[in-house]
């Protein structure tokens, strides 16, 4: 971790902590890999599996679709993930 001190106004310092460049790289690739983690929700067109980032993409259409009124209910997809 990385500690640094900001401006926040005027005369107003503030610490703020940040992830070292090998901690990042490391976060951000086990990130990356729990995205392509394989779940077993149905897709929207077809298929039983998805990966979670095409799950989330696939409720976020969803629920855009709900707002503009083009669905008349639109219920979450949820499921549980274990360690």
């Known amino acids: 971790m990385v500690l640094k001190t900001e401006y ?3 005369k107003r310092k503030s610490k703020r902590e940040y992830l ?3 901690l990042t790289k490391e976060f951000i690739e086990k990130l990356n890999r729990y995205f392509l983690t394989i779940v077993e929700v149905p897709r929207i067109m ?3 599996k998805q990966e979670i980032e095409t799950l989330i993409n696939e409720e976020a ?3 855009a ?4 009124d083009e669905i008349p ?4 997809r949820i499921l549980k993930l274990s360690n």
């Not at 679709?65 to 503009?68: A, D, E, P, S």
């Not at 209910?73 to 979450?76: E, G, M, S, T």
Request: charged share 30%; no cysteine; net charge positive.
């Open 8 to 10: 926040a106004s005027n």
């Open 20 to 22: 070292s460049d090998s």
């Open 46 to 48: 077809r298929g039983e």
């Open 61 to 63: 259409l969803l629920f």
């Open 65 to 68: 679709k709900f707002l503009r």
């Open 73 to 76: 209910i639109w219920k979450p």
